[in-house]
């Protein structure tokens, strides 16, 4: 995978209509417990994680590393989302040598729904298409994840496999992000 330059993380505040993509801060710490401690939001990812082994596991300043955005509504932390490097060890890649960016988010039950999660990742895949042109960006969810799976073909996914993992079928996708050129054209 390609790596980002020094100048491209963190980025300046990415602002859509309603939401801020932004690094995490400490402020930020109760809200990445909620997300984890969460039962709604375990469901597709291994489950809730214990809130007291959170409050014990979690950093001062949680998610700080290059491309995990914060996405605030309103001041407040009501999700993250992630384009990490995809592990080259498991199922489901576009490259041989595996490493693609693979998007992946989180919210807050109380913000599903509203359409926040299809509004930061676009927001979040159109700046990596900028910093990275040309690079794929896959993602894998559970393929029972009706919402998920709704997401994934609104940002512009396609199927590329399925498999089984962690006891579940997985839908794997790749969108090639538009170049800078490609966004200026007519839809």
């Known amino acids: 995978m390609t790596e980002l330059g020094s100048d491209a993380w963190p980025p300046a505040l990415l602002r859509t ?19 984890f401690a969460s039962p ?11 809130r007291d082994e ?9 998610g700080r590393r290059p491309r995990c955005f914060v996405v605030e509504l309103d001041g ?3 999700g993250m989302v992630t384009l990490d490097p995809r592990d080259a060890e ?3 890649h576009v490259r041989p040598e ?16 509203r359409g926040y999660a299809a509004e930061a990742c ?10 990275l042109p040309g690079e794929p960006v896959v993602l894998t ?3 029972t994840n009706d919402r998920a799976m709704r997401l994934a073909a609104k940002l512009g996914f396609t199927e590329v496999e399925r498999f089984e993992e962690w006891g579940a079928e997985h839908w794997f996708g790749v969108c090639s992000p538009p170049t800078p050129s490609d966004r200026g054209s007519a839809s």
């Open 98 to 113: 595996g490493g693609e960016a693979e998007l992946g988010y989180l919210f807050l039950p109380e913000a599903w729904g």
């Open 141 to 143: 969810t559970q393929s």
């Open 17 to 35: 209509e309603r939401l801020v993509l932004r690094e995490s801060g400490a402020r930020d710490r109760s809200a990445f417990i909620e997300l």
């Open 54 to 62: 959170l409050e014990r596991a979690v950093p001062e300043v949680p």
């Open 122 to 131: 676009a927001a979040a895949l159109d700046w990596f298409a900028d910093v």
């Open 90 to 92: 498991r199922r489901g």
């Open 40 to 50: 709604e939001v375990g469901t597709y990812i291994g489950g809730a994680r214990p």
């Open 76 to 78: 407040a932390m009501i």
